[in-house]
């Protein structure tokens, strides 16, 4: 074993491998093209947070756009395998951010 440094991007993304967790430029592709993805309109409403495996977690701040996610899902599932290639992003969970 060496003592030589270790870039801090290269042990994040096989930590993010060894979770089964998109790549970090897959995941900042999503985030940094949410509004191209979604829309205007729904980013306003819809927050792409986090990826936890291949699952994507969506925030929403009323709890009835969680029900349009799940009918939306398959819609924005194949318009993030644009972005980020197929197989990444698998699914979406909506947690709501009542106020």
């Known amino acids: 074993m060496t003592n030589e440094p270790v870039h801090l991007r290269l ?3 096989q930590l993010l491998k060894d979770f089964g967790t998109p790549d970090i430029k897959s995941i900042t592709s999503i985030v940094d ?3 191209d993805i979604v829309g205007p309109d729904l980013a306003s409403k819809i927050s792409a947070v986090a990826i936890k495996g ?12 969680a029900s349009q996610i799940s009918w939306l899902e398959s819609q924005l599932l194949e318009k993030i ?14 947690r709501t951010n009542l106020k």
């Open 11 to 13: 042990v994040l993304e």
């Open 33 to 35: 093209q949410w509004e």
């Open 54 to 65: 291949s699952e994507l977690i969506v925030r929403v701040d009323d709890p009835a756009w």
């Open 81 to 94: 395998e644009k972005v980020v290639g197929n197989e990444k992003v698998s699914s979406i969970r909506v």
